[in-house]
């Protein structure tokens, strides 16, 4: 496996760093040539495909489910429909886009599948675990403690928030804002028109901007 | 511009996806207005507060890479006739195969029915009067009692039946049992005083059991008596 695909946690590659989308492979026609490999059977293309996009796919599903393991879980279902279904994209959206809108559709399969059976509401053992920073990296790996905690707080109080959107909500705020997609990629992951997006994304905000009054007036977390 | 569209497109104003016009709108009324102006901030900070979010690991630091858990998770594995007998109570079934597997039951089902079927019963005619029906036991009227075995039965007729002279007739339903006996008898029309006469007189017969392809069977018998003669013991 080439040193250019080393993940530095962050979603991106390389360790000369560049980011992921200045290597060919991201670009268009790497892509293409990926998809392409991996049709045809190529083991290490596949692999590389997953490893490309991993990352965004168990941080996209922690936050939609809030619960990490569900959200490995829930990635390796992702990836296995990717294998299948590879042979069907058909390169009119992006393929980070594509892999997007598989995942959000496993996070609301795998959320109906708990709420079927009424362990949805259980409280997730792993809250500390969607606010920890990645091992040996972040921006706040020279923060002092006390900052590190009201940082790690401050994060557990926004995603608590995030999980009591209603799930349209939570998926469009947290492609846009945590993924960053525009507003016309997060149309097509989500299978809806952007006029939607922009009117879901406005009122996810403004339901976000309530929950976290608190924080937002500048109190410390409690 | 009120306060109320201002806030109403402040996301879009934040995004930047606005109309020039309207932009500079907002742009200028939340330069104007403390609330909204506050209003807008708060926006502001969800927004990053959410891009602040730490990324989640992406593998369990135990665990191998996430494409070699595919491969042993089976992705190039088919899975073949498990699909077809998955279980309906499973707690995910595959809908379409159990639906296959229910289709296919269902057609063995009638299949097997279809096989042991001999063919439509006759059709029996339950309205045929005695007097009108072909010889019983004839093979154009197989499900009539082909002779009664005790057809000399005397009926103790009523003091009132015996005072009276002339004709009567009575309509009846006798059931016939497998054994030959009589299971019932039903006076349909008639005359009420020698009802109970008859029916004790009739119940005492007995008729050759009925067959229908070698098995007995019970059979309705509708019978119109007439001309009944009565007469005195004096005379």
């Known amino acids: ?222 | 511009m009120t306060c109320q569209l201002v806030q109403e497109r402040l996301s879009e104003w934040l995004d930047g996806e606005l109309a020039m016009g309207v932009s500079l709108a907002v742009s200028e009324h939340v330069a104007a207005c403390t609330r909204c102006a506050r209003h807008s901030q708060e926006l502001r900070a969800v927004t990053g507060l959410l891009a602040e979010l730490p990324r989640l690991e992406s593998v369990d630091p135990g665990a191998g890479p996430l494409a070699l858990r595919l491969e042993l998770a089976g992705g190039n594995r088919r899975p073949g006739l498990a699909l077809l007998f998955r279980s309906f109570v499973a707690g995910r079934p595959h809908i379409l195969p159990s639906l296959l597997t229910a289709a296919a039951i269902l057609l063995l089902a009638i299949g097997a029915i279809l096989a042991f079927d001999t063919g439509p019963l006759p059709e029996v005619r339950t309205t045929a009067t005695w007097a009108t029906a072909p010889v019983s036991g004839t093979e154009g009227n197989p499900l009539f009692p082909s002779a009664e075995v005790m057809p000399q039965q005397r009926a103790a007729l009523a003091p009132e039946a015996l005072q009276k002279d002339g004709e009567d007739s009575v309509f009846l339903e006798t059931v016939v049992a497998r054994d030959g006996s009589v299971a019932g008898v039903t006076v349909l029309q008639g005359d009420a005083n020698v009802e109970q006469a008859l029916i004790d007189a009739l119940r005492q017969q007995r008729f050759e059991p009925v067959r229908y392809r070698g098995r007995y069977v019970a059979v309705s018998v509708y019978r119109l008596i007439s001309r009944m003669e009565v007469r005195s013991p004096r005379t």
């Not at chain 1, 695909?5 to 026609?29: H, N, Q, W, Y």
């Not at chain 1, 997730?124 to 905690?149: C, F, I, K, N, V």
């Not at chain 1, 804002?177 to 809806?192: I, K, P, Q, Y």
Request: aromatic share 6%; proline share 4%; hydrophobic share 40%.
């Open chain 1, 1 to 222: 496996m080439s040193k250019w695909f080393e993940r530095d946690g962050r979603g991106t590659v390389g360790t000369s760093g560049m980011s992921l989308e200045a290597r060919p492979l991201s670009g268009a026609l790497g892509e293409r040539d990926l998809v392409a490999s991996c049709r045809t059977g190529d083991a290490e293309a596949f692999a590389r495909l997953v490893q490309l996009h991993e990352a965004m796919v168990v941080n996209l599903a922690g936050r939609l489910l809030g619960n990490v393991e569900e959200a490995r879980d829930v990635a390796q279902e992702v990836f296995l429909q990717v294998y299948k279904r590879l042979a069907a994209f058909e390169g009119r959206s992006s393929l980070k886009t594509w892999i997007y809108r598989i995942a959000v559709n496993q996070c609301h399969n795998r959320r109906r599948f708990w709420h079927r059976r009424r362990r949805d509401r259980e409280t997730p053992l792993d809250e500390q675990l969607l606010a920890r920073p990645l091992p040996g990296g972040g921006p706040s790996a020279a923060a002092s403690p006390y900052d590190e905690t009201l940082r790690l707080e401050r994060a557990r109080r926004v995603q608590a928030a995030l999980l009591e959107l209603c799930f349209e909500h939570r998926s469009v705020l947290v492609l846009r804002e945590v993924e960053g997609l525009s507003c016309e990629e997060v149309a097509v992951a989500l299978g809806v028109p952007e006029g939607t997006v922009k009117s879901r994304l406005s009122r996810a905000r403004e339901a976000m901007r309530r929950k976290l009054a608190g924080l937002l007036d500048g109190g410390s977390p409690r």
